[in-house]
Each structure stands twice: as C-alpha cells, then as structure tokens.
C-alpha cells in the first residue's frame, strides 16, 4: 500500500510539474516560464513616456567629445585611431591602471593634442559621466562592466558606445533598451565585423538581390585564445567563460548576418535551439590558471535560429580547439552564395549575373566558385558607398584591416551631422542576448527559445537596413 502510494504521489507530482510548465508559470528563480513547449523569457512592457529609438537622431554635435572608460588592449586602439577623425576632442580616460592612461595620454601629446583627464579606481567613471563637457562615453571594459557603465553614461545625457558584447543577460538588454528610450541617448555597440570589406560590400549586394532571395546564413567566432587567456586583465575573460554556458561572443558572426537579413528592420528572428559540446580545453585552461574543477562554457557551441520570413542562421562558437581562426561569414540565397573563411568566394546560378560586371560574369558555374577576377570586378561594383568613401584612409590608420576605423568614422559623422547611427540600441541588445538565450536552450536539451522582440511590436516599421548621409 506504501508503495502504491509513493508511486501516485511521484506520478502525480510530475503531471503537476508539467502542467505547471505548460500553463505558463514562471519556473522558479528564473527570468522565464516554458509555454506550449517554447522557454519565453520575460518581456516588459514599454513604460509611459519612453519612446521608440528606430530611426533616432540626436541634435548634431559639431565637435563631439569623447571619454574612454577602459583603455587597455580594446580602449587604447580606438584612442589611437579616435584622432585621425577631424571634429574630436578626448577629454577624459578612465581605468583601473593609471599607467594606462599615462600610457594614452603619451600617445595624445605625441599627436600634438592635448592630455586627458585621468579617473581611476572602480568608481571613477561616474565622476566622469557625471562632466558637463562630454558627450560620448566609448567603453571597452570587462563585459560585466559593459552595461552598468553604460547605464550611468545614459543617465547622465551621455551617449553610450559599448564594445562587444554590450551585454551579458536578457535582463541587462532590456537596461540598455529602456534607458536609451528614456533618455533619447544613443547606445550603440561597437560591432566592428559589420564594416569589413568583405561583410559590407556582401551585405550591399545582399540587399540589391544580387544572391536572389535568402535562405540560409552563418556566421561564427572560432579564434583559438590559447596564446591570450593570461592577457586579459585579473583573468576576466576565463573566468566569465567558466562560468557561463552558451555562445558568450556571438555578435562577430551574428552582426553581419542580421544586417544582411535586415534584422527589426521588416524582419525578425523568431526563436533559437542551442546545444554545446563538452568543455575539455577550457576546463584544462581553468584548472591551469584558475585552480578551477568545473567549466560552464563547451569547446563548441552552435545555435540555430530562425525568422519570421522563414530563413535559417547558424552561429557557431569556439575559442579552445586548435584550428585556424575563421569568422565564418555565409550567404546561400536562391540564385547565389557568398563564404568568407576558410576559402573566400562566390557561387551563382549561370546566366545570374550581368556582363556589366564583367565579361564573363554570365558564364558562371553552379558548383564550384567563380574566377578570382571575376570576384575581383564583382567586389568593386559592389563596393559599399561607405567604403567608397574611406576606405582608403581606413587601411591606413587600420584596426582590424581597417574596419575598426570605419566604425568609429561612422559613428562620429553620424553624431556630428546628427543622423540616425548605423546600428542601434535594438541591435546591441538582439545580438547579445544570444548569450543567455543559447545557455538556456542548451541546458533544457536544446528546447526553443522564443526570441525577445526587443523594439515592442515595431519591427517592421522601418524598409531594409539604411545608411544614413551616403551617396547611394
């Protein structure tokens, strides 16, 4: 009789438990509930008085004035590159290490302008947040510092410029979403992959149907980090990884895809599985340098996702395996393919393409990549206005090959002249939450997750991705 009995109440605390998943209750101590057997994270409501930020254009800025909050491998560069921009005065820089910014501010008297204000201690960026003479504050700290920065710089009239990934949570994507619409400041993240040569000129053909219609992208971050683990300052970037599952980096691959596939500009991404290798190498590297005996983060993660316009993404991360670094960049489309790393090329459909281009350009071969000359001449017809415009300036100051330039160029001239930025509040938030959506897909057996929509229903109020004050 005991027996029957345990078994009735076992059998019917699981009926429970699972009718309690289906009806929607919040799973407890978490940010989400499983409903008709998709996770569905919280998504609050837009508050009374915040306005949408699509199509935002701040008052312009003549001369815009930037202060650097983290100025070592990432912060120093974009110092570097930051006064080759006419209209620019650096009034600040903040950071742990003052030798930092004695460092940085050598580098400004070197280029014949004037030394910065230093901050230091965790602290110090509120104080400068906090100036009246500023109106840019460009960070490139630790990830778990990206928003609460950003946060203050916002709060205090300041537009946010936050490297990658500007967040780290579902949670802290809706912060930076809220904030911006609040304080109508811009936040933008600092997502370099979409101004390479490559990415921009693919995404421009993309977008003028030269690949006809889309059906499949991929985008990846595979970069063995084992020459760079120590480098990081107090080991922040192993530690997050061992504590955090999912693609914790997925912006590089994703970014330029979703531009490509105009992402909350008359698409959207539906909902994502996620599933993960085993960690092996980084939980060797954690026990090496931290002493540590678990690893959240697998060698491998790949995510799948979809949109509503029926097309497939695959994202893939790996930053422990020893393989050659490949940012995988892909575009299948019904009449052409593109593939960036590890052989860069194109494919079309024979006849597809216009003898304008180049004489040959119609005799193409469905199975195999078109010429290198051929590629050459579809590149430089293609060629984004953007990259018209600077690249040559860009490969010289560099960054990246050049396409840090270009974004820290767009960003300024965008602020300058008073335009909408090229990626907003939304992409920042849509290309980071990845890292905590994946994490829960692959811890619940690679169960879907619906995919936040981030601009409240508004997704489809702008026409295709647009750069804004370009010579089209």
């Given amino acids: 009789m005991r027996l029957n009995r345990f078994l009735t109440v076992a059998i019917l605390a699981v009926v429970g438990l699972f009718m309690l998943s289906c009806s929607g209750t919040k799973i407890s101590g978490e940010n989400y509930k499983v409903k008709n057997g998709m996770i569905v994270f919280d998504e609050p409501e837009r508050a009374p008085g915040q306005q949408t930020m699509l199509g935002y254009a ?13 100025i070592g491998g990432r912060g120093a560069s974009a110092v570097e590159r930051i006064v080759h921009i006419e209209g620019v005065e650096i009034k600040a820089l903040c950071d742990l290490e003052q030798s930092r910014i004695d460092k940085s501010n050598a580098f400004l008297e070197k280029m014949g302008r004037p030394k910065a204000d230093g901050y230091t201690g965790p602290e110090g960026y509120k104080e400068l947040c906090e100036r009246d003479d500023i109106d840019l504050v460009y960070i490139a700290t630790d990830w778990v510092m990206h928003v609460p920065v950003a946060l ?5 009239g300041k537009h946010a410029a936050i490297e990658v990934p500007a967040a780290i949570s579902v949670e802290e994507c809706w912060q930076l979403v809220d904030t911006s619409e609040r304080t109508r400041r811009h936040c933008m993240m600092l997502e370099n992959c979409v101004y390479d040569f490559f990415e921009l000129t693919c995404m421009n053909m993309a977008h003028q149907g030269v690949f006809g219609e889309i059906v499949h992208a991929e985008g990846a971050y595979i970069h063995n980090l084992v020459d760079n683990w120590r480098e990081y300052y107090n080991n922040w970037r192993l530690d997050f990884n061992q504590k955090h599952r999912g693609d914790v980096y997925a912006t590089h691959g994703f970014g330029p895809v979703c531009m490509a596939l105009n992402i909350h500009r008359g698409n959207k991404i539906t909902h994502l599985v996620a599933m993960d290798s085993k960690s092996v190498v980084g939980l060797e590297k954690a026990r090496d340098i931290m002493g540590a005996e678990t690893f959240a983060n697998g060698d491998h993660t790949t995510t799948l996702l979809h949109t ?3 097309q497939t993404i695959e994202i893939q991360h790996n930053v422990y395996s020893p393989r050659p670094y490949n940012r995988l960049y892909q575009l299948t489309g019904s009449r052409g393919f593109a593939n960036k790393y590890p052989v860069e090329g194109f494919t079309f459909v024979k006849g597809w393409l216009s003898a304008d281009i180049h ?3 119609p005799n193409t071969w469905e199975h195999g990549f078109i010429s290198k000359e051929l590629q050459s001449a579809l590149l430089d017809y293609y060629k984004h206005p953007i990259h018209k415009e600077i690249e040559e300036k860009a490969r010289k100051v560099g960054g990246h090959g050049g396409m840090d330039f270009v974004m820290d160029y767009r960003l300024i001239y965008c602020l300058q002249n008073g335009l909408p930025l090229d990626q907003d509040v939304y992409d920042a938030a849509e ?4 890292g905590e959506l994946s994490a829960v897909s692959a811890a619940n057996n690679s169960m879907p997750v619906l995919f936040p929509d981030f601009t409240r229903g508004d997704w489809d109020k702008l026409d295709g991705v647009k750069f804004y004050g370009i010579q089209e």
């Fill in 359 to 361: 004489p040959s350009a």
């Fill in 152 to 156: 203050y710089a916002m709060e205090n």
């Fill in 58 to 70: 701040a008052e312009p800025i003549p001369v815009v004035r930037i202060a650097f909050v983290g």
């Fill in 431 to 434: 290309w980071s939450c990845v």
């Fill in 308 to 310: 509503i316009k029926g």
